[in-house]
């Protein structure tokens, strides 16, 4: 379970922009690769159940979840361990991957499914095939977001995909 009174530090360090403010409440913080090959975890007769990547043939994977952050002097603070620690950004292959950063709002009253608490993405499986639909069911859209592309150090990216994010009210 997640109740340790020792923080995990080792997760990313996100900055809000140029805000200087504090601003009331709590926000969630996540990580998720849009790049990941099909085929690094099911097989063919799977591939229709998988959550949809960027591009054909891939799916998802939570690289973190951090939660109970709030914006004091212009920096997110946090205040409990990660829901998901942090998975470097260390795509396996040699296809340039799409790392999305999601700022959410967390309510006051908002409770992370039990199995997640229980420290269900702090195994490898679960994180594979993942989407946010229950997440934005549960809090709202995200309030902002952000990507960066990563790739394998010495090996050309021969992928030439482009795309826009876009979020439809569930």
Do not use: C
Not at 46 to 70: A, D, E, I
Not at 151 to 166: K, N
Request: glycine share 4%; no cysteine.
């Amino acid at each position: 379970m997640l109740t340790s009174s020792i923080i995990d530090t080792t997760y990313p360090t996100v900055y809000p922009g140029y805000s200087t403010s504090s601003y009331p409440g709590t926000y969630m913080l996540m990580m998720v690769d849009y790049d990941v090959a099909d085929s690094a975890f099911a097989t063919s007769d799977q591939y229709s159940s998988l959550v949809p990547g960027r591009l054909v043939n891939t799916t998802t994977r939570l690289h973190w979840w951090g939660w109970n952050y709030t914006l004091q002097d212009g920096n997110f603070i946090n205040s409990s361990n990660a829901l998901a620690s942090y998975h470097p950004a260390q795509p396996a292959t040699s296809r340039v991957h799409d790392f999305t950063l999601f700022l959410f709002d967390q309510p006051q009253d908002y409770a992370p499914p039990q199995d997640v608490l229980d420290g269900l993405l702090e195994e490898h499986d679960p994180r594979h095939n993942f989407t946010l639909a229950p997440i934005v069911e549960a809090v709202g859209n995200p309030l902002a977001a952000t990507y960066f592309w990563s790739s394998t150090p010495g090996v050309p990216d021969s992928s030439s995909a482009t795309y826009t994010y876009f979020w439809e009210k569930i």
